[in-house]
């Protein structure tokens, strides 16, 4: 399968499918990645175990130059002094203004390698080849980004990669949970946009955590298709761009609430997404946004329920300290429906705190 990101001049496409890291370097060449400059390969330590070797050869075979270099996995490798450390890698590897930066893995070195591309010598080319379910999220719409110790991707810079190639075999290593995790951020865009798609996640949640090939690609193109269709809309975040926050105002806080590892993402916003979709019953949505919700999410084997260790009030500080609160209100994306949202910028802080607490009680 194969979609483009319309973005003007910084248009780019993404193929989806099996084995296509074996046919690399046809991709390189068809969209102008040159063999006369270094290609720098970034990936982590996991992913490198299972999926660097074959592709670094491939393209080695087809005469590209390339160098790799792993980075511990994990988010704790989206820092400043990666950063400066990469560079000095691709310095020393000779890139120049026409070289590639290729970042193999999920989203977390898709942002590192892509604010490697974006920075190094004022921006070069970048290609993402994601490795995870929930770099479809991260690889459309060019935000790359790495995290300073006082907040999460402040330091950053959007850059449009030249293509994506996301090839389904390497989601075959995935551990479940992660593929859970990433099926949040699919369902989220079919909740968003599109109730037939949100419907087709409930009716095939199965397949997908079995890495069902066929349905991966399916899922995967739709939730690629939403979330370029919003930011082909808003490239920026002015306005429209902000309904992919569904569920995020409550998932952000949980995570930072939460212990070190105990909430992946897409477990939290899980969460988030069904608080929110309480909030739009409040505000007269129909009783199936939340029962579809829950569902969709309970089925791709997601949390739905905050478990009773957590502290309402520190949830609640989390929020407000995140942004967006003033007078006693918040800023939320509401469900109005299965597959629409509106974002409500008056939403009393009491409710949202009512919610967490019945977020406990969710069966
Ligand atoms: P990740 O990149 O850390 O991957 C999750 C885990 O899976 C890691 O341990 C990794 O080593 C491992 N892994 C990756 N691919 C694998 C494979 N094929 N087989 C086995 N193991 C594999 O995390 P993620 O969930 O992909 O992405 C999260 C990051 O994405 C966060 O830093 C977040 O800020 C960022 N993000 C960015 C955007 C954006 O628009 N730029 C959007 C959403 C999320
Ligand atoms: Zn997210």
């Given at each position: 399968r194969e979609l483009t990101v319309d973005l003007g001049e910084r248009s780019y496409p993404i193929y989806i499918g099996e084995g296509l890291l074996k046919e690399a370097s046809t991709y390189f060449i068809k969209h102008g990645i040159s063999k006369k400059s270094p290609l720098l390969?970034?990936?982590?330590?996991?992913?490198?175990?299972?999926?660097?070797?074959?592709?670094?050869?491939?393209?080695?075979?087809?005469?590209?130059?390339?160098?790799?270099?792993?980075?511990?996995?994990?988010?704790?490798?989206?820092s400043l002094s990666m950063?400066?450390?990469?560079?000095?890698?691709?310095?020393?590897?000779?890139?120049?203004?026409?070289?590639?930066?290729?970042?193999?893995?999920?989203?977390?070195?898709?942002?590192?390698?892509?604010?490697?591309?974006?920075?190094?010598?004022?921006?070069?080319?970048?290609?993402?080849?994601p490795t995870t379910i929930l770099a479809h999220d991260s690889s459309v719409g060019g935000k790359v980004a790495v995290n300073h110790p006082l907040a999460k991707n402040i330091i950053g810079a959007f850059h449009q990669p030249e293509l994506?190639?996301?090839?389904?075999?390497?989601?075959?290593?995935?551990?479940?949970?992660?593929?859970?995790?990433?099926?949040?951020?699919?369902?989220?865009?079919?909740?968003?946009?599109?109730?037939?798609?949100?419907?087709?996640?409930?009716?095939?949640?199965?397949?997908?955590?079995?890495?069902?090939?066929?349905?991966?690609?399916?899922?995967?193109?739709?939730?690629?298709?939403?979330?370029?269709?919003?930011?082909?809309?808003?490239?920026?975040?002015?306005?429209?761009?902000?309904?992919?926050?569904?569920?995020?105002?409550?998932?952000?806080?949980l995570e930072a609430v939460a212990g070190y590892g105990e909430l992946l993402h897409g477990e939290a916003?899980?969460?988030?997404?069904?608080?929110?979709?309480?909030?739009?019953?409040?505000?007269?949505?129909?009783?199936?946004?939340?029962?579809?919700?829950?569902?969709?999410l309970a089925k791709s084997g997601l949390p739905v329920r905050l478990p009773d260790h957590f502290d309402v009030d520190k949830i609640m500080d989390a929020m407000m300290h995140d942004k967006k609160f003033s007078e006693g209100t918040m800023v939320f994306v509401v469900p109005t429906e299965i597959g629409k949202v509106e974002i409500k910028s008056d939403v009393p802080v009491q409710w949202v705190r009512e919610i967490v607490e019945q977020l406990k009680l969710e069966v």
């Open positions: 390969i970034i990936t982590d330590s996991r992913v490198a175990e299972y999926h660097l070797e074959s592709f670094e050869s491939e393209l080695a075979e087809a005469g590209f130059q390339t160098a790799s270099v792993i980075v511990p996995s994990g988010e704790s490798s989206k950063l400066e450390s990469l560079v000095t890698k691709a310095l020393e590897c000779g890139l120049d203004r026409k070289s590639a930066i290729v970042a193999l893995g999920g989203g977390v070195v898709g942002d590192l390698a892509g604010f490697v591309a974006a920075s190094y010598m004022r921006g070069i080319k970048f290609v993402q080849v994506v190639l996301y090839d389904l075999n390497t989601l075959q290593t995935l551990p479940p949970r992660e593929v859970s995790a990433g099926l949040s951020e699919v369902v989220k865009h079919g909740l968003i946009w599109d109730a037939e798609f949100a419907a087709w996640c409930e009716e095939n949640a199965e397949k997908l955590l079995a890495l069902d090939a066929e349905a991966l690609g399916y899922a995967l193109y739709k939730g690629c298709s939403v979330k370029a269709a919003v930011v082909s809309k808003d490239e920026r975040e002015n306005d429209l761009r902000a309904i992919l926050n569904l569920g995020h105002t409550i998932g952000h806080a916003i899980s969460i988030g997404m069904v608080g929110s979709a309480r909030l739009g019953l409040r505000y007269g949505a129909p009783e199936d946004v939340y029962t579809v919700t829950k569902r969709v």
